[in-house]
């Protein structure tokens, strides 16, 4: 906990309350006792997330409507958005869990780890009131309202690479930088993204975020993904 602790952009007065968030139900299975576990903390932190989002949101697009913003807020507080967040300050490691979920995965599963970091939001705002969790939340969702500026809700080539795969086989996506180019004020960069073990496509873009969307954009229009999505598109018109 100590450790997270050094990585999260705030420092808390009650530890206990970062203990708690961290602490899954499953906790107690083993020492044969209830232990206070992250749910209720976890339903706090949605309430919280969705208002600093919703906020950021409507200063950020003044004249968007709101169905564009709900779209957009939902891509900010989906499962996978929240768990990328999660490992972004590498949350699993410190959670609390029965032997039984950490054998099974546990600190790696989305969901456990997406419900963590809003037990993580909601002991913030316990600890320290609503400007603390407001600077909490901007702070490690700065680069995800920047993909969303650099990619709109009805162009996400990320997000829809990572629903068609993630609903194959419940992996997304990988995405890595494999060059940048040029000098500090006109770089170039050139992402990989990978899944399964495998690289899907390449793209180029002036930032990070740009060359991964290029490179997700890509791997839509790659052989193996335009096979996916038409056995995808052929599975759903059987079902019907």
Partial sequence: MQSLQARLPHTFTKPALLKQALTHSSAGFDLKKKLPDNQRLEFLGDAVLQL??????????????????????????????????????????????????????????????????????????????????????????????????????????????????????????TYRIVSSEGPDHQKNFRAVVTWNGEDLASGEGRSKKEAQIAAASAALESPRILLLKTTTRNAVTSDR
């Fill in 52 to 173: 600093v989002l919703s906020s950021a949101l409507y200063q950020r697009y003044p004249s968007e409507d709101e169905g564009l913003m709900t779209k957009l807020r939902t891509r900010l507080v989906q499962t996978g958005t929240l768990a990328r967040v999660a490992r972004m300050i590498n949350l699993g490691p410190s959670l609390q869990m029965s032997r039984g979920e950490e054998a099974n995965g546990g600190r790696e599963r989305e969901n456990i780890l997406a419900d963590a970091m809003e037990a993580v939001i909601g002991a913030v705002y316990l600890d320290a009131g609503y400007p603390a969790a407001q600077a909490f939340i901007e702070s490690l969702w700065k680069s995800e309202l920047e993909e969303i500026a650099a990619a709109p809700v009805e162009l996400n080539p990320k997000g829809q690479l990572q629903e068609l795969l993630q609903d194959q086989s419940g992996q997304p996506p």
